[in-house]
């Protein structure tokens, strides 16, 4: 677990200081928030944001869809996604 922890970390890392070449669109952002809340906070919980509320609904759909996922597989499918973008 250890060793999947320091390469998530890694990854994340790398997303947050990405520069240069790397512009990853809404939906991979979207992707990658997900992935981050579910290896990090676990299922989404709470009330989905109102309809005016468009960033904050965005972000809790996208979280939903990865609802049930285990914290390792979300930090090992976080991984990948950058792994095959790089």
């Given at each position: 677990?250890?060793?999947l922890?320091?390469r998530?970390d890694e990854?994340v890392?790398y997303?947050?200081n990405?520069e240069g070449d790397?512009k990853p669109?809404?939906?991979?952002?979207?992707?990658?928030?997900?992935?981050y809340k579910?290896?990090?906070?676990?299922?989404?919980?709470?009330?989905?944001?109102g309809?005016?509320d468009?960033v904050?609904?965005?972000?809790?759909d996208?979280?939903?869809?990865?609802?049930?996922?285990?914290?390792?597989?979300?930090m090992?499918?976080y991984?990948?996604k950058?792994e095959?973008?790089?």
């Amino acid at each position: 677990m250890s060793d999947l922890k320091t390469r998530f970390d890694e990854a994340v890392s790398y997303i947050q200081n990405a520069e240069g070449d790397f512009k990853p669109s809404n939906e991979l952002k979207l992707e990658f928030y997900a992935l981050y809340k579910q290896a990090t906070e676990g299922d989404v919980s709470g009330k989905r944001p109102g309809m005016m509320d468009f960033v904050g609904r965005a972000k809790y759909d996208a979280w939903e869809k990865v609802k049930g996922t285990s914290s390792e597989e979300a930090m090992q499918k976080y991984i990948d996604k950058l792994e095959s973008l790089k």
